[in-house]
């Protein structure tokens, strides 16, 4: 397939203030869309200037949340080359994410190509300043105009680009989380393991709750026991407890974190011993009274460890490493960020230069 450059007519304002830049606020002056027919197949392969696309009001995703979409980020190196970190295991995620939708799967090869291309144009647009990034956001969904419930015979797939800045603006700072036993954010057989639209409508209510009650995030349990740790808010989650990194396994309930893959593989190499299983609620809080939980931090693009400073379950509420940053947690941030930025030697080749 053929990608089309189409002519940029207007540009916006260059950023101002990198450090003050909201997260998925901004947007770059161009971006990336395909379409879908069936019979067809994938068409119309385009870099075009960034605008709002005309829907019906009857296009399947508005009824039926037909969607998926990925996270990934360009950083900006110090010799001024853009780094990608892991792209293809962010395509091939979008695909699986596809199939669990009944969306039809893109060309990897290809897609990773207008990626770059796109990412190339946009260049300008890659923040220079510490801590800052250009957040890619792939994205599909069902057009097709029809309200009876079944798979689109139309999609739109799309790339938008959001110049982002430090996740951490005042230093790195512990999270407060409330463990929800009342809403469950995925079930065995259910949608949790796909990055699609409806696993994150479904978890706004609790993350209010959560946010009225001062906490930052919410801690998923498993949807059968409600004992058993699953995510934290949109993130993976970590625990160094007997001072082995203990993660939820990939059951098919919890999402397939690239962050969490690469923390796992950077434990390994430190000479940690690794769990794959699922931390119960009296682990974590009996293990952060008796010393056994030392630390906590959820995993994902975004923030890279998210540390967490407390738990609240019901009405108890405990305190890991004094509400300070533990030593692993800073270390995997220092490490994984020392390889994205490329102050750090890449030997996994994680990193794809433009
Ligand atoms: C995207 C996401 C993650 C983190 O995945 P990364 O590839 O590390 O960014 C974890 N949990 C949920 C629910 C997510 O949507």
């Known amino acids: ?4 450059i189409l002519p940029l007519t207007e540009r916006k304002p260059p950023i101002e203030d990198e450090a003050s830049l909201v997260f998925g606020r901004t947007f770059t002056d161009r971006m990336f869309v395909m379409e879908y027919d069936t019979g067809r197949g994938w068409h119309s392969a385009r870099i075009a200037p960034y605008a709002p696309f005309t829907l019906d009001p009857a296009a399947l995703v508005l009824h039926y949340a037909q969607e998926i979409f990925e996270g990934l980020k360009a950083f900006r190196r110090p010799d001024g080359n853009i780094a990608l970190f892991r792209p293809r295991d962010n395509i091939a995620r979008f695909n699986r994410s596809a199939r669990r939708l009944c969306m039809p799967p893109v060309d990897e090869d290809f897609f990773l190509d207008a990626l770059k291309e796109l990412i190339r144009l946009e260049a300008d647009w890659v923040p220079r300043s510490e ?24 999609y739109l797939c799309y790339i938008i680009l959001s110049p982002v800045g430090p996740y951490y603006k005042g230093g790195f700072k512990p999270v407060r989380i409330w463990i929800s036993d009342e809403y469950i954010r995925s079930a065995p057989g259910g949608t949790g393991e796909a990055k699609t639209g409806g696993n994150y409508a479904a978890s706004l209510l609790a993350a209010r709750e959560a946010a009225e009650r ?3 995030q919410v801690l998923w349990l498993d949807a059968v026991k409600r004992q058993y740790v699953e995510e ?3 993130m993976n989650i970590c625990f160094v407890y007997d001072d082995k ?7 098919g309930t919890i999402l397939d974190g690239i962050t969490r893959r690469s923390i796992l593989t950077l434990a390994k190499e430190m000479g940690l011993e690794i769990e794959e299983r699922a931390m119960s609620i009296d682990e974590i809080m009996d293990g952060a ?27 108890r509420t405990v305190t890991l490493s004094n509400n300070q940053v533990g030593p692993l947690t800073m270390k995997f941030f220092e490490a994984l960020t020392g390889i994205q930025y490329g102050r750090q030697p890449d030997p996994h080749d994680w990193v794809e230069l433009l």
């Open 1 to 4: 397939m053929d990608l089309q």
């Open 214 to 216: 001062g906490f930052d």
């Open 131 to 154: 801590g800052t990034s250009l957040y890619i956001r792939p994205t599909m969904i069902a057009t097709q105009p029809v309200l009876g419930v079944k798979p689109s015979d139309q």
């Open 245 to 251: 990194i203990v993660t939820s396994p990939l059951h």
């Open 232 to 234: 934290v808010g949109s």
């Open 289 to 315: 009274s008796n010393g056994r939980l030392s630390e906590a931090f959820g995993t994902g693009t975004a923030a890279v460890v998210s540390p967490v400073g407390q738990f609240t379950y019901r009405d």
